[in-house]
């Protein structure tokens, strides 16, 4: 790392960094874009954003990841380090940038989507994905993490639904792939109270929005 990102990677006081998490299907997106429309009508600065992705580097592993034919038989170490790679420059060209501006980030996944699907559910080991994950984003931490819960047999009939049974790589993994990743969040969740909001994501549209609402607004310069 050279030291012009290094020095950037110190700045991350000026502004709110929020990740989002959950299995496919929990509502993520949904709840990014209403809680950036209501930071925005305060009067913030908002960056929007999401994993693989953000960037031309991010899109182009995001279509690798989920959709190109030169994906298919990926191993899970080729799977981990695509992952890892985008966020690295995500990190560096969109959110080190936003946050030393005292911009507020949100952002669909971070790297604890990599600990749980790489680590957890692809069964990789956990040491080599904790250093993996630091190597990428260096100091950047998540202020705050809300995790979205829900029960991967509802949450893939609801992908299933909107995409007219058109799946993605990652969606087309066994419902059990998915209960792994489940438990695992909740096991990071358990792991970090101080950081993370878990919230029912059976719970109306609606309720989740003030939810995250009361959660985030305390927070607010």
């Not at 949450?155 to 066994?174: F, H, I, K, P, W």
Request: proline residues 4%; negative net charge.
């Amino acid at each position: 790392m050279n030291s012009q990102s290094s020095s950037a990677l110190g700045k991350l006081v000026a502004g709110l960094f929020i990740t989002f998490e959950g299995t496919e299907g929990c509502g993520k997106s949904t709840q990014i874009k209403a809680l950036c429309a209501r930071l925005q009508s305060e009067g913030k600065q908002v960056l929007q954003t999401r994993e693989p992705g953000g960037t031309p580097l991010g899109e182009a592993v995001r279509n690798l990841l989920q959709h190109d034919k030169a994906g298919e038989g990926m191993s899970p170490e080729a799977e981990l380090l695509l992952f890892t790679a985008s966020r690295a420059q995500l990190t560096r060209e969109r959110i080190l940038p936003a946050i030393a501006q005292g911009e507020i980030v949100l952002c669909d996944r971070f790297m604890d989507s990599t600990t749980v699907y790489q680590g957890v559910a692809r069964q990789i080991d956990s040491e080599a994905v904790a250093t993996i994950n630091r190597f990428a984003v260096g100091e950047a931490r998540p202020d705050l993490t809300i995790l979205i819960d829900l029960s991967p047999e509802v949450g893939m009939a609801r992908v299933r639904a909107r995409s007219d049974g058109q799946l993605d790589r990652m969606e087309q993994e066994a419902i059990e792939f998915f209960q792994a990743v489940r438990a695992g969040y909740l096991k990071l969740a358990e792991s970090e109270p101080q950081r993370f909001l878990v919230l029912d994501g059976s719970d109306s549209v609606e309720s989740l929005e003030q939810q995250i609402w009361e959660a985030v607004q305390p927070r607010l310069v």
